[in-house]
């Protein structure tokens, strides 16, 4: 049986914290800048994690 792939999008996009949850960035942050406030923009820069309902997919992504 061959072996399972894990998505290149996901592993380039998700790293698991060291208690087990998964990191992620947030959207909205690479163009069009001009029309957001600052105080949007800033936040955006901080990490987030992903949330419980979508954790069981990612982790299927990752084959982890």
Not at 11 to 19: D, I
Not at 26 to 49: D, P, V, W, Y
Request: hydrophobic residues 30%.
């Amino acid at each position: 049986m061959p072996k399972q792939k894990t998505v290149s999008s996901a592993k380039k996009r998700f790293k698991f914290t060291g208690s087990g949850k998964i990191k992620r960035k947030h959207a909205f942050k690479s163009h069009i800048l001009t029309k957001k406030e600052t105080k949007q923009k800033r936040n955006l820069t901080q990490s987030g994690l992903v949330s419980t309902a979508d954790e069981a997919a990612v982790r299927d992504m990752l084959n982890k």
